[in-house]
């Protein structure tokens, strides 16, 4: 399959603890972008990365997020000191440059406890 | 981005045309229309994009009006395959731009 990854799939975790995704994107895919979605809202933009470069960030992700893309391939999002307001689906797409057809991964769902 | 308005949710027999609407009266002359659909427990998969011409694929046509201030996605024959929520999303095709989704309409196909 070299449709875009995304694992863990679920993640159960206690609130305060660190967590990690990671996102294996299309292989000659530029583009590189995260996705937050809670039930029954469409998803939010969270961040993306050209490369290796991350060229935005949204206010949604605060101090305790980050994310990397080192050698320009995969990606990973950490999530430190997790907190139950960020229970969420966390989708991950890619996409060549300057187009809007992004190919979307099937998320990893977090619960925070 | 341009905002866009689409209404919550739509039922349709299966077999018959899906035809689902959205407003985009704001739009500018540089952005694109693209549809996107969800389909329970997946990520998000791209159906087609337009500037101001009619566009068809193998999944659907998008019917975007003369002055572009809404459009319309018609699934011809849809399925039960098909029940999924439709995000109707305006765009510039220049680096830097993200999607930003809305709230989608919920189509719900039905035998």
């Known amino acids: 399959d070299t449709g875009v990854s995304q694992n863990p799939r679920h993640k159960i975790t206690k609130r305060g603890q660190n967590v990690t995704f990671r996102c294996d994107p299309i292989?000659?895919?530029?583009?590189l972008y995260w996705y937050r979605q809670t039930l029954g809202q469409g998803p939010e933009f969270l961040t993306y990365?050209?490369?290796?470069?991350?060229?935005?960030k949204s206010r949604l992700l605060s101090d305790r997020f980050s994310a990397e893309r080192p050698k320009g391939s995969f990606s990973t999002l950490e999530i430190q000191r997790t907190e139950q307001g960020d229970s969420a689906m966390y989708l991950c797409?890619?996409?060549?440059?300057?187009?809007?057809?992004?190919?979307f991964g099937e998320g990893s769902r977090l619960t925070v406890l | 981005d341009a905002k866009t308005t689409q209404p919550p949710s739509m039922d349709c027999a299966e077999g018959r045309a899906a035809n689902l609407p959205c407003n985009h009266s704001t739009i500018s002359g540089n952005e694109y229309v693209y549809w996107y659909r969800q389909i329970h427990s997946q990520g998000p998969q791209y159906i087609i994009h337009?500037?101001?011409n009619n566009e068809t694929n193998e999944m659907a046509s998008l019917i975007i009006t003369e002055d572009r201030k809404s459009s319309t996605l018609i699934l011809p024959h849809a399925t039960l395959r098909d029940t999924a929520v439709y995000y109707c999303?305006?765009?510039?095709?220049?680096?830097?731009?993200?999607?930003?989704f809305g709230g989608g309409t919920r189509l719900m196909v039905k035998p």
């Open positions: 990365f050209q490369n290796e470069a991350q060229l935005e």
């Open positions: 337009g500037l101001k």
């Open positions: 797409a890619s996409s060549l440059l300057n187009t809007g057809e992004l190919f």
């Open positions: 999303i305006v765009r510039v095709n220049n680096a830097g731009n993200m999607l930003t």
């Open positions: 292989s000659e895919h530029n583009r």
